[in-house]
């Protein structure tokens, strides 16, 4: 029996997005976990799900999500808050093992942070007008004020890497005036590309406000599971079993991008067809 639950957490941890922007959250994964082996699919010639039916989020997770299966994952990360906030209870009635998002675990650390119940949401258009963020803080504490903004711009600036410059910060300022002018306490940075724009949105709505960074509160999470199931793996990573990278296009710049997303090089990146 031990033996088979060693064979169970020596496993891959399955992590899936519609493009590179969760690889901020296996960046996460490894600097919590170092031990843990990652299957990361990239979705990227569907990218973006935001501008997508909810029908089709949700053929669209399946398919990615029976290829991880297929790949002998012990858990599944969804690090796409698009998909988080649609597909989140398919997935969940149709596998066995642990399935999580990233907008619960930034929600949940948002209003244990809050003081002035004060909390603040940025993220893409589609993630804004979907409210999940503001349906899941409302359901930990319902008296919570949520305060929405969208920032689109911030995903080409990170994937551009003009996330340091001026331009971005005048971006930034003008993107987050409203919510310094509603005093906000707390910002949840809901989306997985917004880490690399860290320091601008600091210096746009100041040092008091907490930013919640979802990819670095949904790794907590998978910690806790893992370690709440006894699955966390303890032998220590060699070449052999190192992690794997999956796209479904290979979009114009890339390795460029997924580099400055995980702050490493990607050794292993392969294509493939769902």
Not at 108 to 126: D, M, P, S, W
Not at 191 to 202: A, E, G, M, N, S
Not at 215 to 234: C, F, S
Request: net charge positive.
């Amino acid at each position: 029996m031990k033996s088979n639950k060693q064979d169970e957490a020596s496993r891959p941890i399955g992590v899936f997005d519609s493009g590179v922007g969760g690889l901020t959250v296996v960046k996460e994964l490894n600097r919590l976990l170092p031990n843990e082996r990652i299957i990361y699919f990239g979705d990227t010639g569907r990218v973006p799900y935001g501008n997508k039916s909810k029908e089709t989020i949700v053929h669209y997770s399946l398919q990615v999500a029976y290829f991880l299966m297929k790949k002998k994952i012990k858990m599944l990360v969804v690090a796409c808050n698009t998909a988080s906030s649609v597909s989140l209870p398919t997935l969940k009635r149709h596998f066995h093992i642990p399935v999580i998002g990233v907008i619960d675990p930034g929600a949940r650390a948002a209003i244990e942070n809050t003081k002035l119940n004060k909390v603040g949401v940025i993220g893409t258009l589609g993630t804004v007008r979907s409210n999940a963020y503001k349906k899941a803080l409302r359901k930990i504490k319902s008296s919570v004020n949520v305060f929405q903004e969208p920032c689109p711009l911030f995903v080409h600036l990170a994937e551009d890497g003009w996330n340091r410059n001026k331009i971005a910060q005048m971006i930034s300022d003008e993107y987050l005036k409203p919510m310094k002018a509603r005093k906000v306490d707390t910002l949840i940075l809901g989306c997985t590309h917004y880490p690399l724009l860290r320091d601008v949105i600091k210096r746009s709505v100041g040092n008091k406000v907490e930013l919640i960074d979802s990819g670095r509160e949904t790794a907590k999470e998978v910690q806790r599971i893992l370690e709440k199931k006894d699955l966390l793996n303890h032998h220590k990573m060699n070449d052999k079993n190192h992690s794997v990278f999956y796209v479904s296009d290979f979009p114009h710049k890339f390795k460029e991008v997924s580099q400055r997303f995980l702050s490493k090089e990607l050794k292993y990146v392969h294509k493939v067809i769902l």
